[in-house]
């Protein structure tokens, strides 16, 4: 076994060593005493009792994270309105929800930590130009839409984004280069993503370098967690915030602090709620959310057998249709209080390293596992919850991948339709092809209007759309 002369340093090795996991030390004999700190420093932050239960529940002994199923059905939602009594349901709760915001009383909570890769982008997916005119990056447009919202109820809405190790200089560095979009600099505050080791299909960690571990970031649920370190929860309650509204980066159709889900929130005294929209088809790849022995629970598209997948009820329309979207609001007190213990899920994953020569691997095939924790895996932990169903072409559209219905193109595309029908609604005209999608390119700023009501009051009813309009703040 190594020695040194640090004993809290001599302990990190005794634990190393313990857990089985020592091959971590092959290049000791080369590593300069700043580089052999820097691997300690690393190892002491590793949980190695939890990372070897992990090892042998889901390596060694392979064993899929299942949940148990019995007792499952369909979770009950606040559907979009469709009655008079509907609507006017939706009126009270959006009353509700902003009075909460004109109090001050929301924060919202961004997570932004993944990177581009599967966009084909080289920077955080934030980063990303989306914007269909204007390339405005998702963060800008996030920024405007709070920018706007303070604006309409007078009160500042602080804004938390958690970033990861590897996008965070990057995306402080762009906010800061941006003058941050406007917002006051001490209302964005920034939080970073815990990490967790890697291992490969041996169940052995994986080297990034000679002095280094590779460490993944723990998933989305590791925003929880971040929030109770970081003491942002702490510093919610001293500024009268008791609701968190979450959100993930790559929707630029999301309704950011949308009042009437507040306010459902709110009348049903709710520690966590969602919203959600019917699944285009059943085998779409989105979470679904149902419930189990009177708990709420979202299960991965991956995990719900077939039969359950396919089953529909008696007017033919599949049961278990109601697609989680990562929109969601938690209470702090839920979030502070509550013994939250998610349980983390395997994910095989290519994952670049170093071998035993110090060579280095850029795998073309999965070769390891990387673990992670979900934010939905709180759910069952909620005593009180809201599912509100939204329209998916008014509220969801993700930016995910380089081609396919997740793409630049369609994303944007998406964005174009959505202004269209506001546009059409205001009584402007907007041609149309056989296929019923816009000719052209709309794009309209959350500092014009926020919503499709700010625009009806605020648009010239003359003008004439020539296949490219951009209305700016």
């Known amino acids: 076994m190594i020695k040194v002369a640090d004993e809290v340093k001599q302990e990190v090795i005794e634990r190393v060593y313990h857990a089985g996991q020592e091959d971590v030390f092959r290049f000791w004999n080369e590593l300069s005493q700043e580089a052999r700190e820097r691997l300690l420093d690393q190892l002491a932050s590793i949980d190695f009792e939890v990372l070897n239960r992990l090892i042998d529940k889901y390596v060694l002994h392979s064993e899929k994270s299942e949940m148990d199923l019995q007792g499952i059905e369909p979770a009950p939602f606040i559907r979009t309105p469709e009655t008079p009594g509907e609507v006017e349901r939706q009126n009270q709760a959006k009353a509700v929800g902003e009075k909460a915001l004109r109090e001050g009383r929301v924060a919202c909570f961004l997570v932004a930590g993944g990177e581009g890769t599967r966009l084909g982008y080289d920077g955080p997916k934030g980063v990303f130009p989306i914007g269909p005119i204007s390339k405005k990056s998702l963060f800008q447009l996030h920024a405007e839409k709070i920018l706007a919202i303070r604006k309409r109820y007078g009160r500042k809405l ?250 630049p193109d369609l994303v944007q595309q998406n964005m174009t339709e959505l202004y269209a029908s506001w546009l059409q609604e205001a009584g402007v005209e907007i041609p149309k092809d056989r296929a019923g999608k816009t000719m052209g390119l709309i794009e309209i700023s959350p500092l014009y209007a926020l919503d499709k009501e700010e625009l009806l009051e605020k648009i010239d009813k003359n003008l004439v759309f020539d296949g490219k309009l951009y209305l700016d703040g």
């Open 158 to 407: 602080p804004w938390y984004v958690m970033t990861s190790p590897p996008t965070d200089r990057v995306i402080r560095d762009f906010f800061k280069s941006h003058n941050f979009f406007g917002l006051p600099q001490d209302e964005i505050r920034f939080l970073t993503q815990g990490v967790f080791p890697a291992v490969n299909f041996e169940g052995r960690l994986l080297m990034a370098a000679k002095d280094q571990i590779v460490m993944s970031p723990n998933g989305h649920g590791g925003s929880l967690k971040v929030l109770k370190e970081s003491g942002a929860l702490d510093q919610m309650e001293k500024e009268g915030i008791d609701i968190v509204f979450y959100f993930q980066v790559d929707n630029p159709l999301l309704k950011i602090a949308d009042p009437i889900f507040i306010g459902y929130h709110l009348e049903e005294k709710a520690d966590m709620s969602c919203k959600i929209v019917k699944k285009r088809d059943p085998l779409e790849k989105v979470g679904v959310v149902c419930r189990i022995n009177g708990h709420l629970q979202v299960i991965e598209y991956s995990e719900l057998p077939i039969q359950l997948v396919e089953e529909k009820d008696l007017n033919g329309v599949p049961r278990f249709r109601a697609g989680s979207i990562a929109i969601h609001i938690l209470r702090v007190d839920f979030i502070k209080r509550k013994k939250l213990n998610l349980p983390c899920h395997p994910a095989r994953k290519k994952i670049p390293f170093i071998d035993a020569r110090g060579q280095p691997w850029i795998p073309d095939e999965p070769n390891g596992i990387k673990f992670e924790t979900f934010i939905f895996d709180a759910l069952p932990s909620a005593d009180k919850w809201v599912l509100m169903e939204v329209v998916r072409k008014e509220e969801f559209s993700p930016l995910k991948e380089k081609e396919g219905p997740s793409s």
